[in-house]
């Protein structure tokens, strides 16, 4: 009996090595990490949103400081090729020559009065709004053609707009609507933009771009006054701008990619 088990004991021994022989020569491929994107194999959307400054120029220097830029937008990405939407929002807390404007309601003691006869206090806003569509190229910033990281340019063009807005407390007749119409300045017309900047989309987010840009408005005036001209005004004005954006991007992108196996 003790040689049966011993027997026994050995014939398992010898079947379970045998098992672990075949499944070493049966062993599955195991998947490896895909081979780095190229540009030119990326297709698909991005949404982003980007906030920003621009240092105003032209005829609007005269009335407005630095301007805060908010924009949101979405790009069709075919390769190399950038096409798009966008629109956003222009803001200023930093309106100039407010005397000339309001001069009318000031007291000699340099305050505005309310219905109520007491103080009233007064803010003043540029607000605007730019809405266009987009077009551009990026490169890649090494020679494999990866696209992790490139640059890109874009040319904008589009409609935009921008004036004064009057917020008061105590109720000032004169700073509700429809007087405020002689004294918002608002403008509105076509401008064209320009972007330079560097695009990183990686494997993992998060995915952004900085970039300096510019851009031109052909603004006509609407209400056709102005105090900044001392009366009628009827001629269109440039209104432009430069500065930097960062941006955040959720991309929905499809990619080809290489798939190696090893034994």
Request: charged share 15%.
């Amino acid at each position: 009996m003790r040689i049966l088990s011993l027997l026994w004991v050995v014939a398992v021994f010898l079947s379970a090595h045998s098992a672990m022989g075949q499944g070493a020569g049966l062993a599955r491929p195991r998947r490896s990490t895909p081979v780095p994107t190229e540009i030119s194999s990326q297709k698909g959307g991005m949404i982003y949103v980007g906030l920003g400054g621009y240092v105003p120029s032209g005829y609007w220097r005269q009335r407005y400081g630095n301007l805060l830029d908010i924009q949101t937008g979405y790009t069709w990405l075919n390769g190399s090729t950038l096409l798009g939407l966008e629109g956003g929002a222009l803001y200023s807390s930093q309106v100039k020559g407010l005397d000339q404007i309001l001069d009318f309601l000031i007291t000699p003691e340099g305050e505005i009065l309310g219905n109520d006869g007491s103080y009233s206090s007064l803010r003043v806003e540029m607000r605007g709004w730019q809405l266009g569509a987009h077009v551009g190229q990026r490169y890649a910033l090494n020679d494999l053609g990866s696209a992790k990281s490139s640059w890109f340019w874009k040319l904008k063009g589009g409609m935009m707009q921008h004036k004064m807005a009057f917020m008061s407390s105590g109720g000032v007749p004169m700073l509700a609507a429809p007087y405020t119409h002689a004294m918002d300045e608002l403008n509105r017309g076509a401008f064209l933009g320009e972007e330079l900047g560097f695009m990183h989309l990686g494997r993992v987010a998060p995915h952004f771009q900085l970039s300096v840009l510019a851009f031109q408005g052909w603004m006509w005036p609407v209400r056709g006054y102005t105090f900044v001209l001392d009366g009628i005004q009827k001629e269109p004005q440039w209104s432009m701008g430069w500065g930097v954006r960062a941006t955040w991007i959720l991309p929905l992108l499809q990619e080809k990619s290489a798939i190696r196996f090893y034994y």
